[in-house]
């Protein structure tokens, strides 16, 4: 997966400005940045939910509008809202996926999706009276469940407790072992330190890649107080303009 030279306007405002990235099978990449930096709208793009304003993003040699369904059956979307039915149980809201995709198998996937996420003993309880790890670990798995080669995650880890973020790390290791390319924005850096194989950083909408040496929250540290993609990119595009303008409400 490519993302060449993009932009994504709002009215005036500004998402993200000529951001590139390429992606291979295999991969961990963290999208970390501010709130308000973008990460939200890439990953949007990303999951072909909107299109940029400029450039493009492609999927092996083709975009998502020339692709269609035929790509988007190939990502796996958790979105910061989980979305899930709280009045359906467990076992439903994955066979309600399983139709939409009209996968083949759909009861054998659905049991396996439920071993994987540790509820097979809460199948058929409702979704709304489970804990916040419960429905993550549901969530990620409906996401999971039409087999997706590209798996994107916005908070992924936002009010887990300890053991329920390093199952999720390690659910993520797993992921990566099957060629999947996973690319997660995230604020819990010492969390994802170890599993990510790249770091880039957004602010302001634009973007640079961290480097390796240090720990994460080191590197990131560092590039904020050296002024994190805005001003590298600014340099780099030679548009000499002043500070970005304002990015979307949400990251």
Do not use: W
Not at 102 to 114: K, S
Not at 138 to 164: I, K, M, N, Y
């Amino acid at each position: 997966m490519t993302v060449a030279d993009v932009s994504r306007f709002y009215g005036r405002r500004r998402a993200l400005s000529h951001v590139s990235l390429t992606c291979s099978a295999g991969e961990v990449i963290g999208l970390l940045g501010p709130n308000g930096a973008g990460k939200s709208t890439l990953l949007g793009l990303l999951a072909t939910l909107s299109e940029p304003s400029a450039g493009e993003v492609r999927y092996g040699d083709r975009t998502a509008r020339e692709a269609g369904a035929e790509v988007r059956a190939q990502i796996g979307f958790l979105a910061h809202e989980l979305q899930l039915y709280p009045e359906l149980s467990a076992r439903e809201n994955l066979q309600f996926t399983a139709g939409l995709y009209g996968l083949d198998r759909p009861e054998a996937r659905v049991a396996e999706a439920l071993v994987s996420a540790g509820l097979s003993d809460r199948a058929d309880d409702v979704v709304e009276g489970f804990s916040r790890g419960m429905r993550q670990r549901l969530a990620l798995e409906r996401a999971l469940l039409h087999a997706p080669r590209l798996v994107l995650f916005d908070e992924p880890f936002t009010g887990l407790d300890e053991a329920s973020c390093g199952a999720l790390v390690a659910r993520l290791a797993q992921l990566r072992d099957t060629r999947c390319i996973i690319v997660l924005a995230t604020h819990d850096l010492d969390v994802v330190d170890g599993l990510l194989d790249r770091a880039v950083i957004l602010r302001g909408g634009r973007m640079r890649e961290l480097g390796k040496t240090g720990s994460l929250r080191e590197r990131y540290r560092a590039a904020i107080a050296a002024g994190g993609a805005g001003r590298r990119v600014a340099d780099h595009d030679g548009s000499g303009a002043g500070p970005p303008a304002a990015s979307e409400a949400h990251s």
